[in-house]
Structure formats: structure tokens, C-alpha cells
């Protein structure tokens, strides 16, 4: 089993969207890249410990490959803009991908290359690519938060439609394909 850390904006959003892919173990929501140990989300939402929301998604290389799961990151939050995702404001809304290893620098590097050279976005992409430091897991009601709250607003208008999105673009590689 491998680790990747991605933050793409509402931590809630990417854990729904990786927890379904064929070879992913598990998707834990926290948060990485900042300076505070043990941030609160309150603190987090502060946008003073400098973390982002972030996955920790841990996958078997053997189902499917780093690479591919970077590939799917970048077509299911915006890697263009700074500090956002739709009306979600704040470094802790960035976009990141936390290395945990020289391979997956590279790897990251590239893909950004290729993504870029694809024109799947209109604008530069400004997703940061940082060395892991540390992940702290969220608090316990933010787990599985889109699957425990599907009628919530933001469930039904933001996660719900990037969900649905994925699922048709990315069907043969969900663990369940109805």
C-alpha cells in the first residue's frame, strides 16, 4: 500500500469522489501543509495555521497507480484557482499535492506537465507540489460527511453534482459500477 496527500479545496468533496475508486483502501479527511500541530477545524477555517483541507488516501499501486490518481485530482476540483474552489475562500482551499517521496515529486511534476499540455484548463494551473510534513486527521463528524449528510445543502449543490460528474466520466474504475 502507498500514501497520497491531496488537498483540492472541501476535504469533504475529495474523500467522496477517491472513496470509490477500484484500489483505494481508504480516505481520511484532515489536514496538511500547515505550521500548527493538532489544528482545530475552527482553526484551520481561520486560515492562520497555514494547513489545507486535505485527503490522505491510502491505495494499492498494484489496482491503480499514483499517476492515475493524480489524473483524476485534477479533473475533479480546479487546479486554477488560488486559494479557492467555487465559493469556498482560503489558503485552507488550495490546491496541493504533499509528496511523500522523491518518485511521487516527479511523478506530480509530470503530471501537471501533461495536464497542462492537454489544455484541460483554461487557465494556469497553480496547484503547489510540497514535501509531506504532517496529516492530521479531522474531527470525526467530518468523516464521510457526504455519505452521512446527502440531503445537506452543500452535500446536494456542490458535492452531489462533482460526485455524479465523476462517476460518468470514471466508471470503470469504481469499486461499484451501477
Known amino acids: 500500500m502507498e500514501i497520497a496527500t491531496l ?12 472513496k470509490e475508486l477500484k484500489g483505494v483502501e481508504k480516505v ?8 500548527v500541530p493538532n489544528p482545530t477545524y475552527e482553526q484551520v477555517c481561520t486560515g492562520r495555521t497555514g494547513h489545507a483541507e486535505a485527503v490522505q488516501v491510502t491505495f494499492d499501486p498494484a489496482i491503480i ?5 493524480l ?5 475533479v476540483h480546479d487546479p486554477t484557482t488560488l486559494n479557492r474552489q467555487g465559493a469556498d475562500v482560503g489558503t ?11 518518485q511521487q515529486k516527479s511523478t506530480a511534476q509530470q503530471v501537471v506537465s501533461e495536464v497542462t499540455a492537454a489544455k484541460l484548463w483554461n487557465a494556469p494551473i497553480v496547484t503547489q507540489i510540497e514535501p509531506f510534513q ?19 445543502p452543500y452535500c446536494e449543490m456542490v458535492i452531489a ?3 455524479r460528474k465523476f462517476r460518468e466520466r470514471y466508471m470503470e474504475k469504481l469499486k461499484n459500477q451501477s
Open 134 to 152: 504532517a496529516f492530521y486527521r479531522a474531527e470525526g463528524y467530518h468523516l464521510d460527511y457526504f455519505k452521512n449528510n446527502p440531503r445537506q
Open 65 to 69: 497507480s499514483y499517476d492515475e490518481l
Open 71 to 75: 489524473k483524476i485530482f485534477f479533473t
Open 161 to 163: 453534482p462533482k460526485v
Open 7 to 18: 488537498a483540492g479545496g472541501c476535504f469533504w468533496c475529495t474523500e467522496a469522489v477517491f
Open 92 to 102: 485552507q482551499y488550495r490546491s496541493a499535492i504533499f509528496y511523500h517521496s522523491d
Open 28 to 35: 481520511e479527511p484532515g489536514y496538511a501543509g500547515g505550521t
